[in-house]
């Protein structure tokens, strides 16, 4: 049986190049929040209470071109519909975690969902693995979003390629899954459904949220002719 501690270094030593990436992209977020006119308290309790990249980068971006707060809500629910998925795949190695579990839900997020994902293939449902990594996780994204926020107007995210570390993390991170028909065909339908809609002049949280919910079924296509097909 595997130890607590070989499991919170296992843990760490997985979580930790992804943390860093992650570190950046919380630098780039704190950067641009107060720069659109957030204060330094709002965007480090923004990351310490919502914990998304992606619905606070399009929160920042959608407050200071003067959204309304019902558009800024629908389009943070419709981003973040992805953690519906997310926990119900993780529902075994939630549910193990007890009284914990509400807290470990809290971390159902897009790196640590596919670390757990990975663990539990090999492992067995781990709560105590997802655990670490979730607060690994946390802990880079609050401190970077604290730094990004105490140099506000004095970096430029853009200058510094800060802003190309979402995609390169998330393409790290998508790499290895693609296997099997229903995971390609997925991916190739998110490719062009973005190609299209960023073409045809659409803003970008719109383009995530439209591939989001229409490329997974392409997946779901690819899988049910295979399935017809054995």
Known sequence: MVGRKQITLAAITEAFPLALAIAAY????GVLATQGGFTFGQTVAMSMFVFSGSAQL?????????ASAISILAAVLLLNLRNLLYGAALA???SLA???RFALAFGVSDEPFVLASAREQKHGPDPFYFAIVFVCFYLSWVFASLAG????AQ???LTWGLDFVFPVTFTALLVPSLKGRPAMATALAAVGICLL?????????LIMI????LAPLAGLMAGGRKSDGQ
């Open 58 to 66: 399009v929160t920042a971006g959608m407050m200071a071109g003067s």
């Open 155 to 157: 970096v430029d995210p």
């Open 197 to 205: 809609f960023h073409y045809s002049g659409f803003r970008e949280e």
């Open 210 to 213: 439209a591939a989001g919910m």
């Open 149 to 152: 926020a105490l140099l506000g």
């Open 26 to 29: 919380g630098i780039s977020y």
């Open 92 to 94: 075994n190695t939630v």
């Open 98 to 100: 007890g009284k914990w």
